[in-house]
């Protein structure tokens, strides 16, 4: 098994280029680096990119194990409960009862045909949500700029890359001009790492390799060249896409529970064939093959036959619902095992937050001014201290130099706002944009030159002329304490004075005060030039300031109703980011996360910890800052060794094999790379928490609706057990003949039980602590109330079977027969609900509106058509015998309702004692 850990860690292996000697390549200077490579700053000829392609491999992911629709078809049939119902289906055919065999298969073809269609529908949603990698990349081949197919791209190539692109490979930066790039797919650091062409210490980390460009990151400022070291599978994408294979996937608990049930059944079924076999023998009333033929159909019977199809459109019912709130599932079990999860590990960036930065707050005049809004949509306003709204010629001038002061590129798109380049310089544009200020500059403002950001500097300038009045001015944005010793003046309210003591205590106290908010900070500074020549040490001194932009990456506004439903829930929310504490602990205060014995740790003090002293603390951690992606593995197996159903999201390569150890892995839809969407089974479209959530109610309404269904279905089929064991044991004739009991397995409780699987969520779905992984299907006392109904229902259906026996036995066995098919009716209706006396109009479900009428019309046709009276040996009833069947068989309502009576008092009473001994403690 690879350690993780040390894979993010520790520098990259060294690489090899055919025989030669290998090197690494960050600590290497570039000539060596070139050298080794076998190429030049002119990059190699177009011949010998040929020639490597040939011999080395195109540069994309290999992809294990694709699922084919074969491969999908066939997974459906891997179901315990599905293969029970074809094997009942082999006996019944092997009896001659083909009608009952075809039936059976028929529901088991259904059955795996619908998850075949969910799941491949799904298959097809995260590939149309995939993004190409790098479809193309500039190249310098023999010192001429070519375009080339990414996956053309080779070990010795020359990348150009600049603001925009998408890194198409591992490479070694040789030329850079203010190059920075966004790593979050790797590192999870949401601010992008800024490049340089140094070399670095050999035992450097992988994060800190700040003169490599690695595949799958994207370039959000300047621009440079990069010598290509690696490609394909053996680029860090590929290493982590090679891991993956070697982490298996986890069963979910509905999975486990049923494989369980269905091997419970299958036991109960050869026992209650052998006994009910040897009792008719002993009993000497029925010959042996007719009682074998009665034991068999009998244990055909006890499979919950609908059970499996029930499952399967539970499941696939839900994860349409899903799919229309944002959560698109791979495997149909993942959608009941949201409901399962007790503990959801989070990404802040793009997940709590809109991944957005929002200029929150101004300081300008000696003001602090507020502004409204989120995200890059171009709505809100600006306030002062006193919430009067600020006038915008008093913000023009601070908020014009950071639009002109800015590379990035605002833009909308059917409705949906977008910022093309570095996040920070789209704040501000929107920022302009909000105070009323066009998209672009004044007329007769034209842009003479550009002196961009460098780390040393920490500012940008723009030079601009206004050919109107033939000025030229310089505008200026950068770090607040740098760039304020370079201002003698001042911009105050509309007219420019120098500088003052206290003029810079108020703006430095305003930049802290920023700062503890969590703010990134830009002080804005413009002058008129004099000179022609336009170099940093003429150009940037001698400023006016114009004022203070403090911006963040906001919650969206949702997300604080929705993490307060995980609380209600009793789920575990755990933040696990890769920025800063004070960053995170300001944006979670704001949707009321943290408790005060909530514990904030880093991810440098998580690897301090050993797996003892993790466990210890894992149930009091609720943030982890400064996380790396890879750290997501240690989290998980923490959580599963305390016993949750984890679910963790993820969008960077490194986070696939927590995605894929997780018990629910959720791929982000709008950020993830194509790594992680693989190894996830379910990816959220709109990469937003609050849809998790919304995931996670339709989980936990599936389950209950498989339980309702699970125990109308095995109430019933036991009631059907209890009737032929009882007769058989009293020495009675047999109450229904093989093909009544056939026919009510398959249609006459499947039908209702299907529309049984459309039910609407419980009220409280949301209000319930997580239920008990470790916890049966089917609890104790759910058992015990299911055998009651079971042995009330065979009691009185062989009560009423009694009653005709003298008149008739085929009328006798008709009323049975019909007395069983309409306690299944009544206790349909008792089973909508976990709760008694709640969903009792049956019109509110028209499914099990459907299914009932059905099976009534069905048992209608049984008894008075004459062709299928031969076929079911039935006779036409009166209506004084209808009135005796239902006042028997409406025991089954009341039943259903006093069990669900006795286990909320139970459930209460209990939850009474374990309030009482906490409080005690």
């Not at 375009?147 to 998408?166: H, N, P, W, Y």
């Not at 499941?315 to 993942?334: E, H, V, Y």
């Not at 239902?886 to 909320?904: I, Q, R, W």
Request: contains cysteine.
């Amino acid at each position: 098994m690879i350690d993780y850990r040390k894979l993010f860690k520790q520098p990259p292996s060294r690489v090899k280029l055919g025989a030669g000697v290998s090197m690494h390549y960050h600590a290497a200077q570039i000539k060596h680096v070139l050298k080794e490579l076998k190429t030049s700053e002119n990059g190699i000829s177009s011949e010998e990119a040929a020639a490597r392609l040939k011999e080395y491999g195109p540069n994309e992911l290999q992809k294990a194990g694709k699922r084919t629709a074969l491969k999908i078809l066939l997974e459906q049939f891997q179901n315990f409960l599905l293969l029970l119902l074809i094997a009942a289906g082999l006996l019944s055919a092997f009896l001659g009862n083909l009608i009952e065999a075809g039936g059976m298969f028929f529901i088991a073809l259904i059955s795996a045909f619908l998850g075949f269609i969910q799941e491949y529908r799904a298959e097809k949603a995260v590939e149309a949500l995939r993004k190409i990698a790098a479809p193309t990349a500039k190249v310098l081949r023999q010192g001429s700029v070519q375009k080339a197919a990414a996956r053309e791209i080779v070990q010795g190539d020359i990348l150009l890359l600049e603001q925009g692109d998408i890194v198409a490979a591992d490479a070694r930066i040789i030329e850079e001009h203010s190059l920075e790039i966004d790593e979050s797919v790797l590192t999870g650091e949401s601010v992008p790492s800024r490049k340089n062409s140094k070399e670095l210490p050999e035992k450097a980390s992988f994060a800190d390799q700040k003169n490599m460009a690695f595949m799958g990151t994207t370039v959000t400022y300047g621009k440079a060249k990069a010598a290509v070291t690696s490609t394909g599978m053996k680029t860090e994408f590929g290493k982590i896409a090679k891991s993956l294979q070697e982490t298996e996937e986890s069963k979910t608990p509905l999975q486990v529970k049923f494989e369980g049930l269905s091997k419970r059944i299958g036991l109960a079924v050869v026992v209650m064939v052998a006994v009910v076999f040897l009792l008719g023998l002993i009993q000497g009333s029925v010959s042996m093959t007719d009682m074998l033929i009665l034991s068999i159909s009998l244990a055909v019977a006890s499979v919950p036959s609908a059970l499996p199809a029930i499952v399967t459109i539970s499941l696939a019912l839900g994860a349409n619902t899903m799919a229309k709130k944002s959560m698109i599932i791979k495997k149909l079990p993942a959608t009941e095992t949201l409901g399962s999860v007790t503990a959801i590990c989070s990404d802040k960036t793009g997940t709590l937050t809109r991944n957005q930065m929002t200029v929150t707050r101004l300081y300008i005049g000696n003001e602090i001014i507020e502004a409204s809004g989120t995200g890059y949509a171009p709505q809100g306003s600006f306030t002062d201290a006193k919430g009067r709204k600020a006038e915008g010629k008093i913000l023009e001038t601070a908020l014009r130099i950071g639009q002109l002061c800015n590379n990035a590129r605002l833009t909308e798109k059917a409705g949906k706002w977008e910022v093309m380049g570095d996040p920070t310089e789209g704040a501000l544009i929107v920022a302009a944009r909000k105070a009323g200020l066009d998209a672009k500059p004044p007329k007769g403002l034209t842009m003479v030159e550009e002196l961009p950001f460098d780390s040393e500097r920490k500012r940008m300038s723009v030079i601009y002329r206004d050919t109107k009045t033939g000025k030229t001015f310089a505008y200026v944005k950068g770090a607040p304490d740098i760039t304020l010793k370079l201002c003698s003046r001042i911009y105050d309210m509309g007219s420019v004075r120098e500088i003052t003591k206290q003029d810079r205590q108020k703006i430095l106290a305003a930049n802290n005060a920023f700062a503890e908010s969590a703010l990134r900070v830009l002080a804005l500074a413009y002058r008129e030039l004099k000179s022609t020549n336009h170099d940093v040490k003429t150009v940037e001194k001698d400023l006016v300031f114009a004022g203070l932009a403090g911006m963040i990456d906001p919650p969206r506004e949702e997300v604080r109703k929705a993490v307060a439903e995980c609380k209600e829930a009793g789920i575990r929310v755990i933040i696990i980011t890769g920025d800063h504490p004070l960053t995170t602990k300001a944006v979670i205060g704001q949707i009321g996360f943290l408790e005060k014995e909530d514990v904030i740790m880093t991810g440098e003090e998580l690897d301090r910890l050993n797996d003892r002293e993790l466990d210890e603390k894992i149930e009091h951690i609720k943030v982890i800052a400064r996380a790396l992606p890879i750290q997501k593995s240690r989290i998980v197996d923490a959580l599963k060794r305390k016993g949750h159903i984890v679910a963790m999201t993820g969008d960077g390569v490194n986070d696939a094999p927590a995605l894929k150890k997780a018990d629910v892995g959720i791929a982000m839809g709008i950020t993830g790379t194509d790594v992680a969407k693989e190894a996830a089974v379910t990816t959220l479209v709109d990469d937003n928490f609050a849809s998790i959530v919304n995931a996670v109610e339709e989980g936990r309404n599936i389950y209950d609706k498989i339980v309702k269904s699970a125990r109308y279905l095995l109430s019933c089929n036991l009631g059907e057990i209890v009737t032929v064991f009882l007769a058989v044991l009293l020495r009675f004739p047999i109450p229904m003949v093989p093909l009544q009991i056939l026919l009510m397995n398959v249609l006459t409780d499947g039908l209702p039980a299907i529309g049984l699987g459309t039910e609407s969520a419980e009220e409280d779905v949301m209000k319930r602590s997580p239920r008990n992984p470790k916890s049966e299907l089917f609890t104790g006392q759910m058992l015990t109330l299911t055998v009651m109904f079971g042995i009330i229902m065979g009691i009185g259906t062989l009560y009423i079977f009694n009653l005709y026996l003298n008149q008739n036995l085929k009328l006798a066995q008709t009323v049975a027969f019909t007395t069983l098919v309409m306690f299944e009716m009544f206790a349909v209706v008792g089973s909508r609900s976990l709760y008694p006396l709640r969903k009792l109009n049956i019109l509110t479900n028209k499914w099990l509106f459907l299914g009932v009428t059905t099976s009534i019309l069905i048992q209608i046709a049984v008894i008075y058509w004459a062709p299928l009276q031969v076929l079911f040996s039935t006779t036409a009833l009166s209506t004084s015998d209808w009135l005796k069947i239902l006042a028997v068989s409406s025991l089954g309502f009341f039943m259903m309702e006093l069990g669900k009576m006795l286990v909320v008092g139970f459930n209460r009473q209990k939850q009474g004692k374990q309030e009482t001994t906490a409080t005690a403690a």
